[in-house]
Structures are given as structure tokens and as C-alpha cells.
């Protein structure tokens, strides 16, 4: 891709969808207990053979980048960014040579400072584990260019919901939006039994709200802290797992959402949802 005019050709609707993305790179290597992650991990490979067609990019908002404004990486070839700690050395030598998507990086600028959201392209920015771990089992070829969109640093629910609103005509341009985050994410949860019958609790919430009506579903985002266990599942001012769902359920418009993989992880229930 690297001409604008080649996003604009007529395309089947993509989809948008949330995904979880593991822990660290949970996938390629050995986990205790065994089988830890295969749930997920069979969800993640399956996920491209439901697509109304190959994808021609792919628009990968990841909870592992936060800015003061909306950022898009716009590298020709960017680097990984191996932002995990204490896992095997075999890990940090993982690749994704996933080729970048400069024209779509600078619609994407353009199309959210249309809408009032500030925004810049980067460079010099790489792609980070929360696109590549999942993306190297849902296109393992890499041979999809990619664009990654950061999270405003404030985690303001609204604003990421009008992101992903400014965002959604992309869908027809043949790009897939993926939000790439965790529905649970509390790091001193994870194993504790302690966290499973809250865990669900949001989890109900969640699926609710995800299959709302537009409307309804929106205004129960942006209010997502005042759900059952909210802060238990997302603890205050560490919500950047959760926010990748929000640009996505903006950039879904009229379309209904449901949640198309659920499983008890780590004694956590963790799911993810897809619109479209």
C-alpha cells in the first residue's frame, strides 16, 4: 500500500473486533499449567477465516501505547518493540516484519483531526507485543501492512469512542480495526480465586453493554466504571486494557455487537467481542 487511492476502491464492510492478547508472548512458550493459553490462542488463528475478505490493512489500536494526544505509527518498515519482561530469551528474538502503511497513517491523522481529536503521525515509533503477539497467529505471513494507533494518555472512555466513530468509514475501505487489550486486566488478579466471581460479574456487564443497542451501548461505555466489580477487573487509572474496546465499539456505528470468545483464564473470565 502506498498510494491513498488504493484505500478508497470499493471493499465488503470489514468488521471491527476486540481481541485479548495474552500475557507477554504467552503463546511461543511454555506456560504452567500447560494449555494455559490454547483456548485464546485457537480463537485468535480462527478469527481471519471469518473475514468477508482478506483485509487490505489493518488498524491495531494496542493497550501498550499512551500518549497526550492520538499518535499513529507512519514507519514504512517498523521495528518490534519487545516491551516484556522476564520471559525466555527465545521471545525477544520473535518477528513480524509486517510492512507499514504511511497513506493510511496520514488518513487517520486526517480523519480524527476532522473530527476535533488531536492527533500526530510517528515515525519513529515501533509496533509493540500487543500487535504483534496477536497478529503473528491471526495473519501469520505478515504480509498485511499495519497501522498502530496509540491511546490518549487520559483513558477518556468518550474520547476513544469518538475516535473510533471519526475512524469507522475505514471499514469500507477494506481496514480492519482491531482493538487489542484484555476485558480483565488487574495484574494482582490473575490466578487468585478471589477475582473469578467478580471477573464474571463485569464480564455479564460487559457482554451487556457490548449488545446494547448503538445508543444505549454507548452511554454505558463512557459510564464502564460504575459497572459491578469495575475497578476489581480495572483498577483506577490503569483502564488502558479496556480502552481498545472503546474505539472499537465507536468505529461499529449502527452495528450490533456480541461476544465471540469467552473462557476462564487464570481463574479470570476473559472475552472478546466483535461488531459487524
Known sequence: MTHASQLSTESPRQPVVFIPHGAGPCFFMEWNPPGTWDGMAGFLQGLAATLPERP???LMVSAHW???GFSVTAAEHPELIYDYFGFPDHTYELSYPAPGAPALAERVVGLLSRAGLASSQDAGRGFDHGMFIPLKLMFPEADIPVVQLSLRHDLDPAAH???GAALAGLRDEGVLIVGSGMSFHNMRGYGDAAFTAPSEAFDTWLTQAVEAAPEQRASALDQWAQAPHAHH???????????PLMVVAGAAGQDVGRRVYSQQVLKTQLSAFRFG
Not at 233 to 243: N, Q, T, W
Request: hydrophobic residues 35%; aromatic residues 0%; negative net charge.
Open 56 to 58: 487490505r490493512a489493518i
Open 66 to 68: 499512551r500518549t497526550p
Open 161 to 163: 469512542l469518538a475516535a
Open 233 to 243: 477487573c480495572h483498577p483506577p487509572g490503569e483502564e488502558e486494557h479496556l480502552m
